[in-house]
C-alpha cells in the first residue's frame, strides 16, 4: 500500500515537474533572441520602449549618424542652396555619392544623396554649405540633439566614420528617428526606393541601398550603417497598425532578419489602444476666488501600446497648489500618467482650454 502510494505521488510530482516546465517554455517563447549587441524598438509618438537590448549602452553607430545630419540640414538649411563640392568633400573615404571637385548641387540633393547612398562626400558638403567648416556643423549637431533630449550621445562627424569620442545608444538614435521623421521632406526621402534625378533636377539619380524597403512590406525608412568598430547597423521605421515604430539593431551581423524578427515581435504582442482624442476635456481645476473652472485638455490623441499580460493604470495630475486669478490658454497644467505593472511609462502634459483673465477695479466693479 506504502509503494503504490508513493508511486502515486511520483507520477503527480513528474506531471507537475513536466507542466511547469511547458508553462515556462511557453512563457519564453514569447520573447526573442536577437543577434545584435544593441536593440530597440519604440513608439515613435510615445517614446514607449516595446523592445529592449542594452538599448543605453554606449557603442558607435556608424552612418546611422547621418540621420542626425539630415535632420539639422532640414531643420536649419536652405534647401535649395546651391553648394560647391570641396577638396575636402570629394576626397573623403568610405561610402560616396562619387561627387568630384567643383561640381555645384543643391542642399536637398545632398540630403537624398546621404540618405539613398550613404554618401559620406554628401555629409561633408552639407556640413560645409550649412555651417562654413564640418567642426561648426558638428557643434551643431551636439546642440540639437541636447535640444530634443538626447544626452547620451556625442558626435564628432556628419558621416559616422569611427573616431574615438562619436558613439550613441539605439535609444538615442531611435529618439532622433522620431524627431526626423516628424518632418515630410525626410519621410518622402527615407522612403524613397529610386530616384529620377531629371525629374528632381538633380544632377544624378538615386537607388536606396536600404534593402529593408524590399524586405518588409511595411518598412517605411530610414538608414543603414557600417564601420569596422561598429559594426552592421540598421534603423527602420514600420507600420504597425497605423502606428509609427522605430527599430534600432546596432552591431548585428543579420541586421535584416533581426528587424524583421523585432517587427513581428512587435506586431504579435502589442495592441494600440486609444484613450483620450485631441481637444478632450479630461479634467477641471479651480481658480482662486473664481467661480469659472480651468478645463484641462490634451493636444493631441493620446494612444498607448499595451502589451498582453501587463497591466497599464492611468492616473491624472492636477497641479497641488492654488492657482492664480489668471490664466493663458494653452497653458499646462497637470499631466496624464500611464504606468505598466506600476512603472512609469509616458507622461502628457495636460493643457488650459480656457483662458481666466485678471480683472481691474473697473471691471470688476462693472461684471460683479
Same mark, same amino acid.
Given at each position: ?9 511520483? +507520477? ?170 516628424? +518632418? ?59 502606428? $509609427? ?18 517587427? $513581428? ?35 493631441? $490623441? ?38 505598466? $505593472? ?27
Amino acid at each position: 500500500m506504502k509503494y503504490r502510494n508513493f508511486k502515486k505521488i511520483t +507520477y503527480i510530482m513528474i506531471a507537475v515537474f513536466f507542466s511547469i516546465n511547458i508553462l515556462g517554455l511557453k512563457a519564453k517563447a514569447e520573447e526573442i533572441y536577437v543577434n545584435a549587441r544593441c536593440a530597440v524598438a519604440i513608439d515613435s509618438n510615445t517614446k514607449i520602449v516595446l523592445y529592449d537590448k542594452n538599448a543605453h549602452m554606449l557603442v558607435p553607430m556608424a552612418s546611422t549618424t547621418k540621420i542626425m545630419t539630415a535632420l539639422v540640414a532640414i531643420q536649419y538649411g536652405d534647401l535649395d542652396k546651391k553648394i560647391e563640392i570641396s577638396s575636402r568633400a570629394a576626397g573623403i573615404r568610405g561610402s560616396t555619392v562619387g561627387y568630384k571637385k567643383g561640381e555645384v548641387v543643391t542642399l536637398k540633393e545632398l540630403i537624398y544623396g546621404l540618405m539613398l547612398r550613404s554618401g559620406n562626400d554628401a555629409a561633408i558638403a552639407i556640413a560645409e554649405g550649412i555651417a562654413g567648416s564640418v567642426e561648426e556643423f558638428v557643434k551643431l549637431m551636439n546642440e540639437y540633439a541636447s535640444q530634443i533630449g538626447v544626452y547620451s550621445t556625442h558626435f564628432e562627424s556628419p558621416h559616422g566614420l569611427d573616431s574615438q569620442n562619436h558613439y550613441s545608444t539605439a535609444y538615442d538614435l531611435a529618439v532622433i528617428t522620431a524627431k526626423a521623421r516628424e +518632418y515630410q521632406l525626410f519621410n518622402e526621402i527615407v522612403g524613397s526606393k529610386d530616384v529620377d534625378g531629371a525629374e528632381k533636377g538633380f544632377s544624378r539619380g538615386f537607388h536606396n541601398i536600404n534593402k529593408i524597403l524590399w524586405l518588409l512590406s511595411n518598412a517605411t525608412g530610414v538608414k543603414t550603417g557600417y564601420t569596422g568598430q561598429a559594426g552592421k547597423c540598421l534603423v527602420t521605421s514600420v507600420d504597425i497598425d497605423k502606428n $509609427d515604430i522605430i527599430i534600432v539593431v546596432l552591431n548585428s551581423p543579420s541586421r535584416w532578419k533581426e528587424t524583421e524578427k523585432i517587427n $513581428d515581435y512587435v506586431a504579435k504582442n502589442y495592441r494600440f489602444k486609444k484613450y483620450f482624442s485631441k481637444n478632450d476635456i479630461i479634467d477641471e481645476v479651480d481658480i482662486k476666488g473664481k467661480r469659472e473652472k480651468i478645463k484641462l485638455i490634451t493636444n493631441e $490623441d493620446v494612444v498607448i501600446p499595451e502589451k498582453e499580460g501587463v497591466n497599464y493604470e492611468f492616473k491624472i495630475v492636477k497641479p497641488n497648489y492654488e492657482i492664480g486669478d489668471s490664466v493663458a490658454k494653452g497653458a499646462k497644467l497637470g499631466s496624464i500618467n500611464v504606468y505598466a $505593472d506600476g512603472k512609469k511609462i509616458y507622461t502628457k502634459y495636460l493643457e488650459a482650454y480656457n483662458s481666466v483673465e485678471k480683472k481691474g477695479l473697473i471691471k470688476k466693479w462693472l461684471f460683479k
